[in-house]
């Protein structure tokens, strides 16, 4: 079954650095959209970074262009969120999602369980 574990998320200081992982599991690592999403205490989920369908590209929020860097590592099944001169309004849960597009119209979800990232002084 489709497993994804977050890892590396904490407590730091604003303008400090984290780096969270994302460990695949159970399907065909390269064949899926990766991305990263995060939530914050009543908003919604909000696509933070994700490469595009090709695995190649790469898009991420205007809130975080400049700061973060998306990147995978397919011989180890593991995504990666470098997250730079972090900012309070940075605080929120963070998810690893695993897209499978099986056509323009049908598309299957997959989240892993979150890591709390909070940024404060």
């Known amino acids: 079954q489709v497993q994804l574990v977050e890892s590396g998320g904490g407590l730091v200081q604003p303008g400090g650095s984290l780096r969270l992982s994302c460990a695949a599991s159970?399907?065909?690592?390269?064949?899926?959209?990766m991305s990263w999403y995060r939530q914050a205490p009543g908003k919604q989920r909000e696509l933070v970074a994700g490469?595009?369908?090709?695995?190649?590209?790469?898009n991420y929020a205007d809130s975080v262009k400049g700061r973060f860097t998306i990147s995978r590592d397919n011989s180890k099944s593991t995504l990666y969120l470098q997250m730079n001169s972090l900012k309070p309004e940075d605080t929120a849960v963070y998810y690893c999602?695993?897209?499978?597009?099986?056509?323009?119209?049908?598309?299957?979800?997959?989240w892993g369980q979150g890591t709390q990232v909070t940024v404060s002084s």
């Open positions: 999602n695993a897209r499978l597009v099986m056509s323009t119209t049908m598309r299957r979800d997959y």
């Open positions: 159970g399907f065909t690592f390269s064949s899926y959209v």
């Open positions: 490469f595009t369908s090709g695995g190649v590209s790469t």
